[in-house]
């Protein structure tokens, strides 16, 4: 295509008019029932965006959220729970020690389970004490919302949703054990959609496929310790029989923070809204402090090193191994790092609480980006166009890491295996080959260029549903049919009986003529011998 | 929701960054291979847009085109064809005749298979034509497009894109027989996927489902009079074996001129872009002439009815029936209508030749619209808000019709055997129960209350693939899959082996062991037993 500029004034015009849309600007009362954590962080964008827009919003949180505090564009609603604040920190430290601790994999399975019981089962009282709250619940019923805006990865938003009669949007990144596939209907055929953890690309040989497959299969089960207590809770609440896939499936509209150049192509439901790289929207420039030490780094430019909001300590010997790493390359490392300084860390190495990811990735003297690939590092990474060095630690960062990874976008290492060479080579190699570079800044042109902004999507669905008090237009009929009628088995039974009734008959009709024919004379034949001898 | 208005600048500032991306003004070569008909007329808007957008465009069509025509948007380049453009003509004419014709199932459906039969080999040849005229196909190769957009709907487009070695865009309103199914390789539940022509709804009761699966299972048969010598030609031209399935799997996104407020919600893919009522942009005033038959039209208003582009004649016996009808109603009906007026033409009855369309159904005193319920009409009755009554011809015609329907916006009349008195009761149903105006509007409402116009949608779609060369990040790995392997066959198979295998060796083990604890002590008794005797 020549690079002929032209007046785009029809496309602009259209969006304009559209987005000048009398029914966009009306305003409404919106209640949002957000998971504490990373998860909470994800959504500030959207609810900012909504407050300008003069939607009034109410926010539920329990008296022992950590992330989640009084904010200008919304208001509090905080509800009293039988633990305390210093209970849910100490369980995200625990989250973040824990994933350093190299031992047998049997043993840190057991461990992992127990971790899981024991901090689903405090945030399951957190959401029973709350919905057994008569006060809040009934001021809740009062405050006549048009929508509540949830993430179903806890889903108690859900069941706030279906007892006060309000339509539901969802907000994630995405379910574990095939929850989001359940709740959409959306087919995911194990041949070519990795599953979560899976580690498989959707290019998978045979034994990959294997494993998909056994993680589809076991997947209804590994869920059951988190989720299967909001199914009764559920029941109880709303009086009458609900499942967890009745939670998931009462989504109007799901935002996902999820796209195409991250994750790959597999079938979607058109209520599904993908808003991958939402994070990356609303760059600032850097503080003065910031600014000095990218200028400061000469030719060579930075490296930005953060493990994201839950991790920010590390066990000395493994810090020695990255400070050590880390001043073998000619780039100013600028490191998220709260613990104590490791004491061989190299004069190239910042050590900060607290970093601008975001503006500092968008600098272009930044080199890398070492990161633990949680989804809002691996789209920050993707908008800016930085090559990654991905040192994932729990979740869906294994998946993450592997999809930069089979797009040559990245390097990933295991945190717990590698050695100082390891993470120096991964640096260099990153840095210096420059496939790497070419290869993100593919993605990232690919990612950006959308005919509207993730941001605006977002916002523009969740006052979708509030406009028309949901979107049932949008839900599959397949909501409605049983496991068997959904895969046709009553269907196939029928048409298979009828074929083999043909089938049957046909056989009895021929022998019947066969014997008419031929019996006779056979029998004549036979009688015949029988009297010759 | 309160009406209180607010600025929605942050969503127009973010709208208009996107449409003000430096990107979208770059200005490209795009080649179109159009399918002639109703087919050409839908992508003229889009054409208009991307010319406005600075794109060269080049046409091709054969000599004996009857609808596309010299452009002010377009070159078009004209191939010749071993028939005139009057046997085109004769074809739509005996297309439009063969719908009144009343004769019994089998001996209309030997003669619409016959004329399906000479019908698609005259285009085929057309095709082939093109393919083989080597001067133009050099000239193409030099021409150096960015991309093709085509219609798939005859799969001639699709063969010069792989010839170009070009990505293509595909713009159709659907495939029959699955075949856009099998082109994006999108799931589709025959337990709550309509198909075409089988006149169900996404909620179907068993019998209806059985009729679903049969014509599923029966479809890839069905087709292959059409489509199968566009293989053969695909295979001589690119010289390898190439399928239908691999000429429809071509495409790096598909825009579909449908959307989930007409069609029934269902799984989709990432490369399908949803562009229903792109025809009902681009609104003008009425003319004189019909504003002036609007303004006569008093209190009443007035009643549109058309039977599309294709068909303007009716044999004088419906047509009688029809008047008569017309004449029942206190609203002025503005006829399209080329044939010889039915002598029972009541004055209420204005006969055109030609009638702006969207624009009468834009105005406010038209209270039903008459329509053959092809896609077009049906998107301008939805985007205007009127109820219809509908009378199916053809092709997709009937199911368009049951959607409506079954949404409460319109009444179904089958043409053949309706009565002057179902036409005129089913006219004084939809304009004064006002269920039908309520439903209509709502639909209305869904239809247009989107992030993005579909006209702007489909042009940033085309320039898409246009700047990135294709849309590989949108595939899906499901095509490089064998069907066994799609559906998992393999890995069950060897899954199942597995479980067989350890509960034979398990049952072996288990009887080995019986035999080893039980197995001497019973021989013993037994030849105790047998001393004994």
Known sequence: MAARSRDPSPLVLGLLLCALNPTVSQAGKLLLVPVDGSHWLSGLGVIEQLHQRGHDMVVLASEASVHIKEGAFYTLKRYPVPFRREDVEEAFIKLGHGVFENEPLLQRVVKTYKKVKEDSALIFS???????????????????????????????GPIVALYLGLPAVFFLNAL????????????????????????????????????NMLIFLSESFLCNVVYSPYGALASEVLQKDVTVQDLMSSASVWILRSDFVKDYSRPIMPN??????????????????????????????????????MVSEIPEKKAMEIADALGKIPQTVLWRYTGTPPPN???????????????????????????????????????????????????????????????????????????SEDLANALKTVISDKSYKENIMRLSRLHKDRPI??????????????????????????????????????VIGFLLAIVLGVVFIAYKCCAWGCRKCFGKKGRVKKSHKSKAH
Chains 1, 2 share one sequence.
Not at 347 to 372: E, S
Not at 387 to 401: C, H, K, W
Not at 453 to 466: K, S, T
């Open 126 to 156: 957190a959401c029973s004490h709350l919905l057994h709250n008569k006060e809040l619940m009934a001021s809740l019923v009062e405050s006549r919302f048009d929508a509540v805006l949830a993430d179903p990865f806890l889903p108690c």
């Open 176 to 211: 574990p054990c095939g929850l989001d596939f359940q709740g959409t209907q959306c087919p995911n055929p194990p041949s070519y959609v990795p599953r979560a953890l899976s580690l498989n690309s959707d290019h998978m040989t045979f034994l990959p496929r294997v494993k």
């Open 272 to 309: 599904m809204v993908f808003v991958g790289g939402i994070n990356c929207a609303g760059k600032n420039p850097l503080s003065e402090e910031f600014e000095a030490y990218v200028n400061a780094s000469g030719e060579h430019g930075i490296v930005v090193f953060s493990l994201g909001s």
């Open 345 to 419: 860390l190299a004069k190239n190495t910042i050590l900060v609480k607290w970093l601008p990811q975001n503006d500092l990735l968008g600098h272009p003297k930044t080199r890398a980006f070492i990161t633990h690939s949680g989804s809002h590092g691996i789209y920050e990474g993707i908008c800016n166009g930085v090559p990654m060095v991905m040192l994932p630690l729990f979740a869906d960062q294994m998946d993450n890491a592997k999809r930069m990874e089979t797009r040559g976008a990245g390097v990933t290492l295991n945190v717990l295996e590698m050695t």
């Open 453 to 490: 902004e993730p941001l605006d999507l977002a916002v523009f669905w969740v006052e979708f549903v509030m406009r028309h008090k949901g979107a049932p237009h949008l839900r599959p009929a397949a909501h409605d049919l049983t496991w068997y009628q959904y895969h046709s088995l009553d």
